[in-house]
C-alpha cells in the first residue's frame, strides 16, 4: 500500500487570502499525484493532477491561476488557493495511486470566511 | 464519456440484514471497478476490486459483483452493523491513471 498525509485537516481563511494545503507520500515515490474537492453529499472531483517536475495537468474549469499547485518532490505536493472566496470552501483531498488502488490523504476542511 | 453511477444516495437498513448497492456504468466495461468506504470528514478508503473477468469478490463480510451484460457492480455487506454507516463509493479507471468516482451511497444500518 502507500501512506499518504495531508495538512492541515482543517483551515479557516479570511476572503482574499491564500492557504497552502500539503500532500506527503510517507513510504511510496509518487511521481504523480491527484487532487480532488468534494462539496457536502457530493462525490470526489478531480480537479488536477500533480507532476513531479513538471507542470500540473488541471481539468476543464478548474483555474490554474487561482489553484496553485507545485510537485517539488516525489513525495511532496502542494495546492495552494491563492485569493480565496466563500464559494472555495470546500473538502480538499489528494491521493496517490498504486498498483490499481488509490490512497488517499485525510483529507482538509477549507472554509473561507 | 464514460459515466458511473450509484442510484441510492442514501440506505438505511437494520442491524444484522443485508446491504446491497448498486454502481452502474455507461459504455464500454472497465478492466476493473473499485469500492471504497468514505467516513465524514475523511478521505476515503479501499475496500475491494473486482476485475472484468471475475464475476465476484469477497472479503469477510463483503461481497462484489461485476455483470458486463447489466454493466453493473453489487457491493453487499452481510450481517451489518452500526460500525457499518458510512458513504461507500464506486470508481472505474480513467484516462490518464485517474480514477473517477460515483457519487456514493450513504448506507445507516440502525441498531
Known amino acids: 500500500g502507500a501512506v499518504v498525509s495531508q495538512h492541515p485537516s482543517r483551515v479557516i481563511c479570511k476572503s482574499g487570502t491564500s492557504v497552502k494545503i500539503e500532500c506527503r507520500s510517507l513510504d511510496f515515490q509518487a511521481t504523480t499525484m491527484f487532487w480532488y474537492r468534494q462539496f457536502p453529499k457530493q462525490s470526489l472531483m478531480l480537479m488536477a493532477t500533480s507532476n513531479e517536475g513538471s507542470k500540473a495537468t488541471y481539468e476543464q474549469g478548474v483555474e490554474k491561476d487561482k489553484f496553485l499547485i507545485n510537485h517539488a518532490s516525489l513525495t511532496l505536493s502542494t495546492l495552494t488557493v491563492t485569493s480565496a472566496h466563500p464559494e472555495d470552501s470546500s473538502f480538499y483531498i489528494c491521493s496517490v495511486e498504486r498498483n490499481t488502488e488509490a490512497f488517499f490523504g485525510q483529507g482538509t476542511r477549507l472554509t473561507v470566511v | 464519456s464514460q459515466k458511473i453511477e450509484q442510484n441510492s444516495e442514501a440506505l438505511n437498513i437494520q442491524e444484522g440484514k443485508t446491504a446491497t448497492l448498486t454502481c452502474n456504468y455507461t459504455?464500454?466495461?472497465?478492466?476493473?471497478l473499485q469500492w471504497y468506504r468514505q467516513d465524514p470528514g475523511r478521505g476515503p478508503v479501499f475496500l475491494l476490486l473486482i476485475r472484468e473477468n471475475e464475476k465476484e469478490k469477497r472479503k469477510e463480510r463483503l461481497k462484489v459483483t461485476f455483470d458486463t451484460t447489466l454493466k453493473q457492480s453489487l457491493f453487499h455487506i452481510t450481517a451489518s452493523q452500526p460500525a457499518d454507516s458510512a458513504t461507500y463509493l464506486c470508481a472505474r479507471p480513467n484516462t490518464g491513471n485517474q480514477f473517477y468516482f460515483g457519487t456514493g451511497t450513504s448506507l445507516t444500518v440502525i441498531p
Open positions: 459504455n464500454y466495461s472497465p478492466a476493473y
